[in-house]
């Protein structure tokens, strides 16, 4: 009968190996915040706005307040030899500044650009109507893009789709700046109006009174 090899049992690496480092990257990581606050903040004086004004006091004593209020001292102001910070409850503020920045966010007009595309030989109603719904884009706020798109033997009649954009031009021009001028690639001619700015919503009130004067 074949005798089977003895092996030496297998030794556990020196240091840790992989178990060491496992354990040190699951270590649960320090939360960064994006305000400091208490003893986080380690200069020796801080300007404490509130109420009243702003004053300067020792942070050990900006912190002794904060306790007494039963409040937090929290950085306002990073950056700067005497940090600005105020005495306010943090979860409260963080909630108060999140709400702030979320109805920012909603208030913000993103600005887009809206096309609109014609042939150079458009008849005089359907170039009407794609005028009026260009000043309508443009009283949003919105940007347009006008394209003239020449098909075969319309190339060469593209002076024509030029006085046809300047034509444009003049019917928005109340509601518009001129971009970018007329410019020909290919086939197709564009041009670019940017906005001058929306404009608000007559309210229900004005808007009666409108029509009220409209009837008369």
């Not at 801080?46 to 904060?66: H, K, M, N, W």
């Not at 993103?110 to 260009?134: C, H, L, S, T, Y």
């Amino acid at each position: 009968m074949q005798q089977r090899p003895s092996f030496p049992p297998p030794q556990k690496p020196q240091g840790g190996g992989d178990q060491g480092r496992f354990n040190r990257f699951s270590r649960g990581r320090r939360t960064v915040r994006e305000h400091r606050i208490n003893e986080e903040i380690t200069e020796d004086k801080v300007r404490v706005i509130g109420e009243t004004g702003a004053e300067i006091l020792s942070s050990r004593d900006a912190l002794a307040r904060a306790k007494a209020q039963g409040v937090d001292l929290v950085e306002i102001t990073k950056g700067q030899d005497v940090p600005v910070v105020r005495l306010v409850d943090y979860g409260k503020f963080k909630f108060e500044k999140t709400k702030k920045e979320k109805e920012a966010k909603k208030k913000q007009k993103i600005i887009q650009i809206k096309e609109i595309k014609m042939g150079p030989k458009i008849d005089v109603g359907d170039f009407e109507r794609k005028a009026k719904e260009a000043i309508s884009f443009l009283n949003e706020g919105d940007n347009v893009k006008v394209t003239m798109k020449f098909r075969g033997r319309e190339m060469q009649h593209t002076a024509l789709g030029a006085e046809k954009l300047a034509e444009f031009y003049t019917k928005v021009a109340e509601a518009a700046h001129m971009d970018k001028k007329p410019n020909l690639e290919g086939r197709m001619m564009s041009m670019i109006l940017r906005s001058k700015g929306a404009k608000p919503k007559p309210t229900t009130q004005n808007a009666n009174s409108e029509k009220e004067n409209s009837n008369t």
